[in-house]
């Protein structure tokens, strides 16, 4: 398997649920072609360097993954047709030097996430 890195952005103008909606059905898709997920991280609403379908900003998510080069294909198909994403790009890596670099950002999306996550469960306690 190899180790990919997808970023897409969603319609600022989703509700929060919305958007964590859009987030959970392209780790569906992950799931549906045997894709590994290592790790995601979630940057948030951001200013987009130029408009994208008239939208001047928009919600940004990186996943992290392990998967066969036949599930990408699937994978941007499902990103392609989500009305949703206004943009998506997915990065391989394959040599030495950057599958260290990615190993270095899946950990840093992990320690990212795990704050967040332990915020959300002493709020609700």
Excluded: H, W
């Excluded at 790790?39 to 008239?54: E, F, H, T």
């Amino acid at each position: 398997m190899t180790c990919y890195e997808t970023l897409f952005v969603v319609k600022p103008t989703l509700t929060e649920e919305e958007i964590k909606a859009q987030i959970e059905k392209i780790k569906e898709v992950l799931g549906k072609v045997d894709a590994k997920l290592l790790a995601a991280d979630d940057m948030g609403m951001r200013k987009l360097a130029y408009p994208v379908q008239k939208n001047e900003r928009g919600y940004y998510t990186v996943l992290y993954y392990k998967a066969n080069g036949d599930a990408i294909a699937e994978i941007e198909r499902n990103l392609r047709i989500n009305e949703e994403v206004i943009k998506f790009l997915t990065v391989k890596y394959t040599n030495g030097k950057e599958i260290a670099q990615f190993e270095k950002l899946v950990a840093a999306a992990g320690k990212s996430a795990e704050p967040k996550a332990e915020a959300s469960e002493s709020a609700e306690a």
